[in-house]
């Protein structure tokens, strides 16, 4: 570069800082909310919360036993038990009789549960109840005396940016003392062990997360248990989840009480409304859950609810999207009828209905693609075919009606949607599938350019999908 290039370029007046402040990219200055200058930064310190609630934080150890007859023959000899294996997790006392939180998961499979107080004393644990969909059980030791006890705090109160302390026993070490910031609320993204059917809601943190602390607490500032440990990202560093506390004041008592946590259920199957089902359903925002479908006789149909309905709120509590709604319905009274805010076809009104105790679930049949049939072509990208008896018997269900998607085109309408080959579209905008004639009419009803929205079952789930219509 010439030096007098060089020159020029460091002398040149930024735009930025000539340019009238309504105009300016960016702002400069301190925030409101800076520290005054010089001032120092104090860290908090957390001897206080260690010694107060350490006691009460428990190393639980689940054992596992060969129960195979030459086993069996040993122990009738006077033999001992041998172990087959033995998992290592934590919990933490919330009521001096010697009831104890931890997770499902760290209990799973064992033969005999144990656990370790701070004062070195190891007592059999009894399992009072447990759910593995919040991954939450309860334990119940006699330890004789007042024991130490680790208050419950709001999590529906905590902030993002707040120091928390996470004290468990990492790889056996007894009573770790980690501490950290909350990084994030409401990760329901997150799978532990890729589960798809639990309830999620995590709170994530940076305090060192590592196995062993599954089941401990998660404590803030003022020496509340806000969360429970239960998962963290193998492959990062500082990323670890907790179940708000909040959660388990839901399920801990209906695992005092019943041993499992019973649902409730309405025969629904919601979605959360994205930015084009926004569009394609006339809504003014991406709140609330949109109904796939209504299972014929369930206390959804009486009510009346029908697929393509917005459930606003339920029993006076907002829903923001589909897992909102899905944990509020699982855990709401069977037999007690709950007012909804619906919204349909652009208007708001409440109705009634009343959640039953929960069937156990139908386990859906996913079935391979479809055999070649006539096939009809589409301006959306995808060619689709009457349902045959032969592929309704495919399916897995004789009766079955609508179209089947055959094929896809790369970067089409139908792909940006997310439609797979193999879906069957039951519904075109209000109007019912029956056959090709129906799916061609209820396309040409959308004008170019306008939001198409189709009800399609994959797997045995409905679900709504919508695009422009190109």
């Not at 969909?133 to 004789?144: M, N, S, Y």
């Not at 003014?284 to 479908?293: C, F, S, V, W």
């Not at 399916?395 to 009606?401: C, D, S, T, V």
Request: aromatic share 4%; with cysteine.
């Amino acid at each position: 570069m010439k030096p007098w290039l060089v020159c020029l370029l460091l002398v040149a007046p930024a735009a930025h800082a000539d340019a009238p402040a309504h105009d300016r990219l960016w702002s400069e200055g301190p925030s409101r909310h800076a520290l005054p200058a010089g001032a120092p930064v104090h860290l908090p310190s957390f001897v206080r919360l260690a010694k107060s609630l350490g006691p009460a934080v428990v190393n639980v150890v689940a054992m596992q036993y060969d129960d195979d007859a030459r086993a069996m023959l040993e122990r009738q000899m006077g033999g001992e038990r041998h172990p087959r294996g033995k998992g290592q997790g934590t919990g933490f006392i919330i009521n001096k009789r010697g009831y104890i939180l931890t997770n499902a998961h760290v209990i799973e499979s064992s033969d005999d549960v144990r656990v370790r107080l701070v004062d070195e004393r190891e007592l059999t644990a009894k399992v009072v109840g447990k759910d593995e969909r919040t991954d939450l059980a309860l334990l119940k030791i006699e330890a004789g005396g007042d024991l130490p006890v680790a208050p419950l705090g709001n999590s529906d109160e905590v902030q993002i940016g707040e120091w928390v302390v996470a004290i468990g026993n990492p790889f056996g070490l007894d009573h770790t003392v980690t501490a950290g910031i909350v990084s994030a609320k409401g990760r329901r993204d997150v799978r532990p062990g890729g589960s798809q059917s639990g309830f999620y809601d995590f709170i994530q943190t940076d305090a060192s997360i590592n196995p062993g602390n599954s089941g401990g607490p998660l404590i803030n500032s003022r020496g509340e248990v806000i969360g429970i440990n239960t998962a963290m990202n193998a492959q990062a560093q500082g990323i670890g989840f907790a179940i708000p506390i909040n959660m388990a004041k839901v399920i801990v008592p209906l695992l005092l009480q019943y041993g499992h946590a019973p649902r409730s259920w309405l025969g629904i199957y919601p979605q959360s409304v994205t930015g084009q089902l926004e569009r394609a359903f006339g809504l003014h925002d991406t709140r609330g859950a949109l109904i796939t479908d209504v299972v014929a006789g369930s206390p959804a149909a009486e009510a009346g609810l029908q697929p393509g309905d917005v459930v606003d709120d339920f029993d006076g509590k907002p829903i923001r999207r589909a897992d909102d709604l899905t944990w509020l319905v699982a855990t709401s009274h069977a037999g007690r009828p709950v007012g909804l805010t619906v919204i349909r076809k652009g208007s708001s009104f409440h109705l009634q209905v009343t959640p039953l105790a929960a069937p156990e679930e139908p386990t859906a049949q996913a079935s391979e693609a479809p055999p070649a049939a006539p096939q009809k072509p589409s301006p959306l990208g995808m060619t689709v075919s009457e349902i045959s008896q032969s592929i309704a018997r495919e399916l897995g269900n004789p009766a079955l009606h609508g179209v089947v998607v055959m094929s896809v085109e790369p970067d089409s309408p139908a792909v940006e949607a997310g439609i797979e080959r193999g879906d069957l579209i039951l519904r075109v905008g209000e109007r019912m599938v029956s056959g090709l004639d129906d799916y061609a009419k209820g396309v040409r009803s959308v004008s170019h350019g306008a939001m198409l929205r189709m009800l399609i079952k994959r797997d045995g789930k409905n679900l709504w999908v919508a695009f422009l219509k190109r």
